[in-house]
């Protein structure tokens, strides 16, 4: 059964530093991966998506993703964090080997507060 | 402008009182879905629908029902209601292909006394 974690509830960063959020997979076959963000009182805007090719995705906002099949990881990243980036982020995975069933699996969740 | 529309916004009601949330999408999109959201939990799927007239389960069917009659609609109903169904629920719709991007709604706050 695919699934996603993301480790940590909470990660806070001071303005202008490099942010990461943490995100890992697990599914049988190939990975659709995504990052959503979530603003107070608001639904989900997509960031990102890796479906193949180029291991490293830009999107939205100046943040990236580099997917890494080896660890099974697909970090959000940004260099120079503002104070707008805080939010609340999804990462989701579906497995493309599923054929007509078509679960996507969000994880928790990862709050990210930027420090001014 | 591009949307996904959710009604009401936020409900209160009482222990088995039937409801429905609406969704509506103006982008001709295939596939639909309804998650809910709760706190340490993420999102979970509810129901989604590959195109008109075809639904499936998600991870959390239990309570709820949906039907897909139109390609813009996919209602999100719940006939008795319970206390553990207070959540935040989102509809989404994509294109069609796996890899689309999801848009989502708004999301529609409910609580059951």
């Known amino acids: 059964a695919q699934s996603v974690a993301q480790p940590e509830d909470q990660v806070n960063v001071a303005e202008g530093n490099p942010l990461t959020v943490k995100c890992t997979y697990s599914?049988?076959?190939?990975?659709?991966l995504f990052w959503y963000v979530q603003y107070p009182n608001r639904g989900l805007q997509f960031l990102l998506k890796?479906?193949?090719?180029?291991?490293l995705v830009k999107g939205s906002y100046g943040f990236e993703a580099e997917f890494n099949k080896s660890q099974t990881s697909f970090h959000l990243k940004k260099p120079s964090a503002l104070v707008s980036d805080s939010a609340l982020y999804f990462c989701?995975?579906?497995?493309?080997?599923?054929?007509?069933?078509?679960?996507?699996?969000f994880g928790k969740g990862t709050r990210l507060h930027i420090l001014p | 402008e591009a949307q996904v529309t959710q009604n009401p916004r936020y409900l209160i009601t009482v222990t088995g009182k039937k409801l429905t949330v609406t969704c509506s999408q103006n982008?001709?999109?295939?596939?639909m879905s309804w998650y809910r959201q709760d706190p340490g939990l993420g999102l979970r799927q509810i129901y989604y629908?590959?195109?008109?007239?075809?639904?499936d389960k998600g991870d959390v069917p239990e309570g709820y029902k949906v039907s897909r009659k139109e390609k813009r609609n996919f209602p999100l109903i719940l006939e008795s209601p319970s206390p553990n169904q207070t959540s935040l629920y989102f509809c989404?719709?994509?294109?069609?292909?796996?890899?689309?991007?999801?848009?989502f709604g708004p999301g529609t706050r409910l609580t059951v006394l």
């Open positions: 989404a719709s994509r294109r069609g292909a796996a890899g689309d991007t999801q848009y």
């Open positions: 599914v049988s076959g190939n990975p659709y």
């Open positions: 890796y479906i193949t090719g180029d291991n």
């Open positions: 989701a995975v579906r497995d493309n080997s599923q054929g007509g069933d078509d679960k996507i699996i």
């Open positions: 982008m001709n999109h295939e596939y």
């Open positions: 629908s590959m195109n008109v007239e075809v639904t």
